[in-house]
């Protein structure tokens, strides 16, 4: 074979390669990394207050369960701080549930039929 022709071979391959990589590779790659980011920036904006929300149930949580939770009880007199600590522990455990619902709402709008990063763990 004729060196021209070789070289224009080689030329051609290497032009279609490079085609193949600008115009279909990089537009992947591209959309990867946004959604990639989506799923970082809604995982951050709501990681703070599930911790904060679970924090405050916790502490109280560890209150009821270290035998301070008489305000649970309906033998006891039903008095203002009795009522607060009641309304107060509901309020909690509320606010942890609307927390998680949010957060589950939010990622429901996400697709992550191609993630692969919790399939290690089933």
């Known amino acids: 074979m004729d060196i021209e022709i070789t070289a224009a071979l080689i030329g051609a391959g290497m032009a279609a390669i490079t085609i193949l990589i600008k115009d279909y590779w990089l537009d992947i790659i591209k959309e990867n990394r946004s959604a990639k980011q989506t799923k970082d920036k809604t995982f951050k904006l709501y990681a703070n207050p599930i911790i ?14 270290e035998q301070r939770g008489a305000f649970l009880l309906e033998r006891n007199p039903r008095n203002i701080f009795f009522e607060y600590k009641y309304i107060s522990t509901v309020y909690r455990l509320s606010v942890l549930i609307g927390w998680i619902r949010a957060v589950y709402r939010e990622f429901a709008y996400i697709d992550t039929s191609n993630d692969t990063g919790n399939r290690e763990c089933i």
Request: charged share 35%.
């Open 52 to 65: 904060r929300a679970s924090e405050s149930l916790c502490w109280r949580l560890k209150e009821i369960f």
